[in-house]
């Protein structure tokens, strides 16, 4: 692996140079990690000057559950536990006798903005902007068998949630229970917090479990995703709760099966972001559903739960082939509940088979 | 409670007052959810000026499992779901005739922060620094219940693990266990990742629960919190598996436990926080383990599961009555293991009875 990160190294630091400056103080965890194969808590990475050097406030090993720095890196640990990895780093950058140096002003705050200045009051500060989430949006072949690892456990905390009596149980423990199981299955943990929404909760975006219980003639809508080596795979699906769903409930998914699918096949390289986004929302429109939809109907995934690019009416830019995003449209009508179907595939041309899904759990409307 | 927020804004708009600006943006969650009643995701609190304002992304209403705003605010929805609330609320504070507007430069980037500088360009922009933070320092009678339900939780959670069978089974498990448990007590969740370590493992702070398994004669250590409206609580214990302790594990036991009673003795209003540190310091140097301890011996908590006040060797500054505190000394040996012992308690002077302690789950070394 320590080859894979010297190199999105060295095209990072192609970046800089391009952009005026010999060196790149990374602050952002994700980022951090996609560069030194680690990121222990507060580390930071110094690229450039003489050499590239991992930041710590404490060793990596105290932190026996995370993955190891890449090798080829020089690991500093602070000599005070409480310094601030960053403030060291801008520090070293300046006895490399670096003139610029590019920070993530999208991550570091003012005051620690303020503290770098201050300890290399020569360093010329640039921003390094969102040049390593750029790195990011295509994945490599490493980064995609991890998503397909963490969507594979998702599908399988998920098979077993469906086998279950889910009658009279809570919203909270249905999603500690799938959560206990993404670990079971070889999660690092949940790459989100699972969301189980009942009743007239379902079909809501991002809704964090309450105290409901689950009952008959529900709309059950379930959203979680594990993360496998820091990579992040997302799931969503309705079910009914019962016998028979109601004709209303079978028309409404319906809708919104037909927006989702409608957004999977305009997945494509070279297809703009927000007309993936407008396939899947014209569908819900001419259902008469365009009031009160989630800004988004997809996005990127990776060592986020949620990166570039975003699949929205205002986003700019087009995909490229292995970029992973989700897609996941959703209605949710007040009072009544709704539906969302959520999936994690790979972007993919036609001659290699067009988009990849990955998360296969069925998207039939199940009554359980 | 809606008298509660007032009053708490009203001070902090005496210190912007006495700071020179009429009007503060405050963005940190924590600092929001203390002024306004609730913290909905990105939501900023625009203070001064004609009138308080929260503003959001989204309506809190999408967020039934989170707290309820303070009446007394006026809600503004931003009509983009998109946008930065704390951009919208520079470009209200410049329309309500504000010239100076205190911003917290610890939290905003220097990216968002240019973003307000560009809405409102006459606006002059100081710092609030951690001013709500320390407002946040002293609890009120409400924040303490809440603390106490949040430790009681933890109690409970934490008794029903001590009854079950543990050999065998993994960190990761028992960790997830104690989170389930937390829930069925009450809790919003868990205050923070909740920490099991067996065996090598114990007696390491903030160690992340792995697939070892607990086996016969394994130091266990535990720390685990609930969060309860917003507060959060935190325990730590260690204990021993199987029938005896061995003689090492005793001695090392006495020790820590004679230095988390020394930490908790100091406690008390007017107590310099790095001499309550420096009592049960010493203990643990006195037997010889001062090596590669954490660098501190307890903090406080609250709406953070880590606030001020610190207690630690270079900490400043001294204890006031109704301030909640960890205290957590602990010992970590290379390869064999370790103690830690961890409470939450008020500091209280002697005439109301001294430190109020929360967590009252037995500290005597129990084998398993």
Redesign the interface.
């Known amino acids: 692996m320590s080859e894979v990160y010297a190199a999105r190294r060295e095209r990072l630091r192609e970046r800089c140079a391009a952009g005026g400056s010999a060196a790149a103080l990374v602050s952002r965890p994700a980022n951090v990690r996609y560069l030194a194969g680690a990121a222990p808590r507060g580390a930071v990475l110094l690229l450039g000057g003489s050499e590239d050097v991992l930041l710590c406030a404490r060793p990596p090993e105290?932190?026996?559950?995370?993955a190891r720095p890449d090798a080829g890196l020089r690991l500093h640990v602070l000599p005070a536990?409480?310094g601030d990895p960053a403030v060291a780093g801008a520090g070293q950058a300046a006895a490399q006798g670096v003139e610029a140096l590019a920070?993530e002003?999208?991550?570091?705050?003012?005051?620690?903005?303020?503290a770098l200045a201050s300890v290399a009051p020569r360093l010329r500060f640039t921003?390094l902007a969102q040049g390593v989430e750029q790195l990011r949006l295509v994945k490599d072949e490493e980064e995609l068998s991890c998503l397909r690892i963490a969507a594979e456990i998702a599908d399988q905390a998920l098979g077993e949630l469906l086998e279950s009596i889910l009658v009279g149980r809570t919203e909270?423990?249905l999603a500690?229970?799938l959560?206990?199981r993404l670990?079971d299955h070889g999660a690092d943990g949940p790459a989100f917090p699972t969301s189980v929404a009942t009743g007239p909760?379902s079909g809501?975006?991002?809704?964090?479990?309450?105290d409901r219980r689950v009952e008959e003639g529900d709309f059950l809508s379930v959203c979680l995703g594990a993360c496998y080596r820091g990579y992040r795979s997302e799931i969503g699906r309705t079910f009914v709760i019962g016998t028979t769903p109601a004709d209303w409930q079978i028309e409404l998914y319906d809708v919104v099966f037909a927006a989702q699918r409608a957004g999977r096949e305009a997945l494509a390289p070279g297809a703009a972001c927000r007309d993936v986004d407008r396939a899947a929302r014209q569908v819900l429109a001419a259902a008469g559903y365009s009031e009160g939809l989630?800004?988004g109907t997809g996005h990127g995934v990776g060592l986020e739960n949620t990166e570039d690019p975003q699949l929205?009416p205002?986003a700019m830019g087009k995909l490229d082939a292995c970029v992973p995003v989700t897609v996941e449209p959703g209605v949710h009508l007040p009072g009544r509940g709704g539906v969302r179907i959520d999936d994690t595939l790979v972007v993919r041309c036609e001659a290699d088979g067009g988009p990849e899904l990955l998360t296969i759990t069925t998207k039939e409307l199940l009554a359980l």
């Open positions: 105290d932190e026996p559950g995370a536990p409480d920070v002003e999208h991550h570091l705050t003012v005051a620690r903005h303020r921003d909270r423990h500690l229970e959560e206990r670990v909760h809501r975006l991002g809704h964090r479990p309450t989630a800004p929205a205002a």
